[in-house]
T-cell receptor
């Protein structure tokens, strides 16, 4: 069974360039999450969608970051313009969310390692 | 300030030793999860605890949820090199629709 698919796995870019990270969630899952992981800050939730609708984007660092989910099988996280401090591993995760407060397993993709020079 | 405090941050032990990792908070959670992450991969769920005082066992791993649902522990008996990895606790707030808050993680290294 295919898990969460992320692309690219590695991205090296120069400061000021636009970066687009892609995610395909597990088929049938209705919630999608974007996380960023760094040594200093650990794993941080950036934004999450439920049924393709953004529910909470309070973790998005600033206006340079944007995320979209045009359909149930695809999401993008875009950084424009990118800065060296954006260097991190970005994870996408999906789950089948039940009622509020229920414990739902999140399935993580392998991550995209982003380096901004 | 971290909502979830994990300790220790780093742990290096010999094969066969026992260890305990702690996850503490001043907040009450509806449930708490433990994940394990290996290098180059995403975290993988190990267990979810829901009831205060609950104890769950997964082979040599024992997970406990505090009575007040503010803290949790992970105990590994007779650690093996295959247990090496980053252990993350994550909590779900009430009425947050599955939104997880992660601790900083405990980096465990088990040497043969």
């Amino acid at each position: 069974d295919a898990g969460v698919i992320q692309s690219p796995r590695h991205e090296v870019t120069e400061m000021g360039q636009e970066v687009t990270l892609r995610c395909k969630p597990i088929s049938g899952h209705n919630s999608l999450f974007w996380y960023r992981q760094t040594m200093m800050r650990g794993l941080e939730l950036l934004i999450y969608f439920n049924n393709n609708v953004p529910i909470d984007d309070s973790g998005m660092p600033e206006d340079r970051f944007s995320a979209k989910m045009p359909n149930a099988s695809f999401s993008t996280l875009k950084i424009q313009p990118s800065e060296p401090r954006d260097s991190a591993v970005y994870f996408c995760a999906s789950s089948l969310a039940g009622t509020s407060g229920s414990s739902n397993e999140q399935f993580f993709g392998p991550g995209t390692r982003l380096t901004v020079l | 300030t971290q909502l979830l405090e994990q300790s220790p941050q780093f742990l290096s032990i010999q094969e066969g030793e026992n260890l305990t990792v702690y996850c503490n908070s001043s907040s009450v959670f509806s449930s708490l999860q433990w994940y394990r992450q290996e290098p180059g991969e995403g975290p993988v769920l190990l267990v979810t605890v829901v009831t205060g005082g609950e104890v769950k066992k997964l082979k040599r791993l024992t997970f406990q949820f505090g009575d007040a649902r503010k803290d949790s522990s992970l105990h590994i008996t007779a650690a093996q090199p295959g247990d090496t990895g980053l252990y993350l606790c994550a909590a779900i707030h009430y009425n947050q629709g599955g939104k997880l808050i992660f601790g900083q993680g405990t980096e465990l290294s088990v040497k043969p």
